[in-house]
């Protein structure tokens, strides 16, 4: 071709800082990455998403730096693809495109009151903690003593923790100002966690399980009843994580209530059925016991028993699973939330057997909302091994506005104002130094304007 291939990522999560690491290791064909975020900060979910006393998780974000300190490498925040540029634009100007770009909603419930207000995502509560631009405006009624979180993955975890930690211990972390005050004056008292299916099936990994656990301001309370294994769940049990998990919940059932002024409740083999209200506003949560059984694929599956309970709760969070966002113009499976596609190589349509030449996608919009932050690059190599292929065999279209310069004259026209890394790097110093000021790890920008503002 005489010139690098020219290869634009949309997001610039983990997943998408992995496909250009793998595409910028390439030296047949050589390539140059343009990666494109929607907000003027990269990072994705290391940022808006991971907990912020989690910090240890966030120094992920120093192998994203050398990534984006290649010289074939270029950021331009600020910019949304779908609106600013569309994706026909972006087939001109580069020769391969790939989509990094999450799952940026959230799988509901589909029952009676989800609506009322006080029931909110969990998502949402993640963002507004971790000043995301798109949750500022976000409020949250603490002012309740009683919490119900739906599901029992990582993400509830992190929710749960938040609402039970001593806020003083967040004080350092780069938690959102207005979070942080909100959590210094919560009167939630009881944080209940519910799961669908048994011990031996929670998706909660072993070590936030035991975070929980070790908490000094709160009490994690397990029903030895709920804690015992059944027979459908003996095969489950083998698995080392979910052995893991059941015996640490069984240990923990023997400590009763414990005097801790808050306690987790953690519960399983419960549904939630519906949400009930009194003036439009969450006052509890009305819950089915399930049964367990083996469904003919194996898994163990949940079934109601007709039995019901009724938990008071003043605020709920539904943390049942993320779900991709269509982007206008890129096949979308409505089903699976996630663009449909063969290894990476974006199908025409969810379920069609060609691919859209050019075209990839990579991590959760890629596979669904599963794994850790480090299951992304093994993903992302396989998606940029099938564009190494597609390139050097010409299964591409090649851009018909190859210069570099081309892009940027088209977000100048269109008035976009673009965030280079250099720029970001410049939001960054700021951030540190005002959380340095207030003994923080980082003060954010919660607001694009903000940020706009502060770079000129
Ligand atoms: P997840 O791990 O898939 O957990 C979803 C939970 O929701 C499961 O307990 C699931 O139960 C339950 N659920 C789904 N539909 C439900 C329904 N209709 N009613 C009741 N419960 C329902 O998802 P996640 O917690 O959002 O996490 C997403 C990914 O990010 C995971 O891979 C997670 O490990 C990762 N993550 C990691 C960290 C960390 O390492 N610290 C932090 C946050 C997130 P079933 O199992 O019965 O379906």
Redesign the pocket.
């Known amino acids: 071709m005489g010139r690098p291939l020219r290869v634009a990522i949309i997001g610039s999560g983990p997943s998408g800082f992995y496909a250009a690491e793998a595409l910028l290791k390439q030296s047949v064909p050589p390539v140059s990455v343009d990666m494109f975020d929607r907000l003027p900060t990269p990072f994705g979910l290391v940022r808006g ?3 912020p006393d ?1 910090q240890k ?1 966030k120094s992920v974000i120093a192998v994203y730096e050398k990534i984006a300190a290649s010289p074939a490498f270029r950021f331009f925040g600020n910019v949304l693809v779908g609106k600013d540029v569309s994706t026909e634009d972006l087939r001109g100007l580069y020769d391969q495109v790939v989509y990094a770009v999450g799952n940026e909603s959230d ?1 509901r ?2 029952i009676p009151g989800e609506d009322l207000k006080g029931s909110h995502s ?1 998502t949402s509560f993640v963002g507004w903690y971790n000043a995301h631009p798109d949750f500022r405006k976000e409020s949250f009624d603490l002012s309740v003593e009683s919490a119900v979180v ?9 929710v749960a923790r938040v609402l039970a930690e001593d806020p003083e211990r967040l004080k350092p972390t780069d938690i959102a100002e207005a979070a942080l005050e909100a959590l210094r004056h919560s009167r939630v008292r009881t944080v209940y966690l ?4 048994g011990p031996a ?3 909660f ?1 072993p070590a ?1 399980i035991q975070e929980i656990g070790a908490l000094e301001s709160a009490d994690l309370v397990v029903d030895p009843r709920e804690a015992a294994l059944d027979e459908a769940s003996k095969k489950d049990y083998q698995d080392p994580k979910n052995k893991k998990n059941v015996d640490f919940l069984q240990e923990r059932a023997k400590a009763g209530e414990g005097a801790k002024p808050r306690k987790v409740r953690l519960r399983f083999c419960v ?2 059925i519906e949400i009930l209200g009194e003036g439009g506003r969450v006052r509890a949560v009305k819950i089915e016991r399930n049964r367990l059984a083996l469904g003919e694929d194996g898994r163990v599956r ?1 079934e109601g028993t007709g039995i019901h309970e009724t938990l008071p709760a003043g605020l709920v969070l539904r ?4 779900r991709g966002i269509p982007i206008p113009g890129v096949p979308f499976d409505e089903k699976s939330g996630h663009i449909p596609n063969a290894s990476g190589r974006v199908l025409q349509a969810a379920g069609a057997a060609a691919a859209r030449p050019g075209e990839y996608v990579v991590g959760w919009a890629k596979r669904g ?4 932050i480090g299951t992304n690059r093994a993903d992302a190599i396989e998606t940029v091994k099938l564009m190494a292929e597609d390139a050097s065999s010409g299964r591409f279209c090649p851009a018909s506005s190859p210069d570099p310069e081309a892009v940027t004259a088209l977000l100048q026209k269109r008035g976009v104002r673009c965030v280079s890394y250099a720029d970001w790097k410049r939001l960054d110093a700021i951030e540190l130094a005002r959380g340095k000021e207030r003994g923080k790890a980082r003060l954010k920008f919660d607001d694009v304007s903000r940020m706009l503002s502060a770079l000129s």
Do not use: C, F, K
């Not at 739906?150 to 992190?158: F, H, S």
């Not at 519910?194 to 299916?197: A, D, H, M, S």
């Not at 943390?319 to 993320?322: D, E, H």
């Open positions: 998403g991971v907990a989690h998780i799988r419930l589909g969990a739906v599901g029992v993955g990582n993400v509830a975890m992190d519910l799961g669908r299916r099936q929670a998706a990994s936030e549904s939630p949940s943390s049942v699973g993320y909302p599963t794994g850790l």
